[in-house]
């Protein structure tokens, strides 16, 4: 497991969208939810907010340089740019978002329609956030429209949860063992495990990628280089 970033987490940079939303003239990423990772930001440069809403209401988080904030399962998240931000994503469950564990705040008549959903996701970057700020902003506008949002969203996410358990159990679950295993072993005196000891680095990746937030550049903390 040396290869592998610590407690199965991942690694992104990220540079969030400058352009205004049609919906509402702020700038940023598209509002979603996780529903079984948590996430965190490092504030690394720049200037925005965080805007969030779950079942304890709306909240509009500062972001500057230095800040840090996480956010668990069930927070809609949406990051908004005022000048230049920009962020490193530590998320948890290394994988897991990457394989669907991410549902956007498209209107209830999209969320509730798995085709109309995948042919909202498809839509070009501009237009798929447009739509999720203006089901977001209802979102906002009637609370109690969260839970039927979240029955939605655990719908959606349903025909491929099965299959996350096996990168849970890759990652996270891997190494929560192996670190029982290194206790135990200290427990009785065996310090094997120092002589295997390894500096490790994972490179950006050369090229950017949209994503819902922003420009994107991630690590590859699966495969790690040893120094």
Not at 3 to 27: E, Q
Request: aromatic share 6%; proline share 6%.
């Amino acid at each position: 497991m040396d290869g592998v970033f610590p407690g199965g987490t991942s690694v992104t940079r990220l540079s969030v969208y400058p352009g205004a939303c049609a919906a509402d003239g702020l700038a940023g990423g598209t509002p979603h939810v996780h529903l079984a990772s948590t996430e965190a930001y490092v504030v690394i440069g720049g200037a925005g907010e965080l805007h969030t809403l779950n079942t304890a209401g709306h909240r509009r988080t500062p972001l500057v340089t230095g800040s840090m904030v996480w956010f668990t399962p069930g927070v809609i998240h949406r990051a908004v740019n005022h000048g230049d931000l920009q962020v490193v994503v530590v998320m948890s469950n290394a994988g897991l978002p990457e394989a669907g564990d991410a549902v956007m705040t498209f209107p209830p008549d999209v969320v509730a329609d798995p085709d109309r959903y995948r042919a909202a996701v498809a839509l070009p970057v501009g237009e798929r956030r447009d739509l999720a700020v203006r089901g977001f902003r209802r979102l906002v506008a009637d609370p109690a429209a969260l839970e039927e949002f979240y029955d939605h969203a655990v719908a959606l996410v349903r025909p491929k949860a099965g299959g996350w358990r096996d990168i849970w159990a890759s990652t996270v679950e891997a190494q929560t063992r192996r670190t029982g295993e290194v206790i135990d072993a200290l427990a009785h005196g065996d310090g094997r495990h120092l002589r295997a000891s390894a500096l490790v680095t994972a490179p950006q990746s050369e090229t950017e990628r949209l994503g819902m937030c922003g420009r994107l550049r991630t690590y590859d903390v699966r495969n790690g280089v040893a120094l």
